[in-house]
């Protein structure tokens, strides 16, 4: 099932980074980082993935471990609407991405 | 560019019962997965299509549950008989094959409770 680890729930103050951390120890060598998150009870939303590097897009930031153990996803200038449940999953990719969610760090964005 | 639809967006039935959820994906997109969320608990993986081909059935729960995806377009995840513990949400991500297949658009859901 779950392969990652998360802290249940993170505080973060509105404009500032958050940094939410995530263990994968079993991580092979083909499996992808994901990164989703749930606004409320909508449908799960694609932040951002990653193999081996670091990489950025218009929402994140993912920084990888060399030893691909663990990594950090950062937002880097929170707002309130980014409080939300964020899961951190490792899959295969491609067309064999079959998601375990896990628990997830519940973020909670304060004025 | 539409997104994930589910319908009905909630349905209320009785034990003994039988619905369907439909799930329209994103145009092209080959792959389609199920997913549920019971009460309480994490949102757990049921299936896998590819095309019209199931790729990864290994997440439904018995054989109550069936799902179809004819002519590789919309799916539709049949319970039948319900039961009291097949109440939660069930969601339908479609996405792209080959690199596309990394970001899973999903739907709003369907909320399910039996009663």
């Known amino acids: 099932d779950a392969k990652t680890t998360q802290p249940p729930s993170m505080d973060c103050a509105e404009g500032r980074a958050a940094n939410l951390p995530c263990n994968h120890s079993t991580i092979s060598g083909n499996e992808y980082v994901y990164w989703y998150r749930q606004i409320h009870s909508q449908g799960p939303q694609y932040i951002i993935h990653g193999l081996k590097n670091n990489e950025t897009n218009e929402m994140a930031s993912l920084i990888i471990t060399e030893d691909r153990k663990s990594s950090t996803l950062i937002l880097p200038h929170a707002t309130l609407r980014d409080t939300a449940v964020y899961y951190c999953i490792v899959s295969q990719g491609y067309n064999f991405n079959k998601f375990y969610f896990g628990s997830g760090t519940k973020l909670n964005v304060k004025p | 560019e539409a997104g994930v639809t589910q319908f009905p967006s909630h349905s209320v039935i009785e034990k003994g019962q039988t619905v369907t959820l439909r799930c329209d994906p994103i145009s092209g997109h080959d792959n389609l997965y199920w997913y549920r969320r019971v009460m309480g608990k994490e949102i757990k993986f049921l299936l896998h299509?590819?095309?019209?081909?199931?790729?990864?059935e290994s997440g439904m729960p018995n054989n109550r549950f069936l799902a179809e995806r004819t002519g590789g377009t919309y799916s539709t995840l049949k319970v039948q008989p319900a039961e009291l513990e097949d109440s939660g949400v069930y969601f339908c991500a479609s996405s792209q094959s080959g690199a596309g297949a990394h970001e899973q658009y999903f739907g709003p859901g369907t909320r399910l409770t039996v009663t």
């Open positions: 299509f590819v095309k019209e081909s199931k790729q990864d």
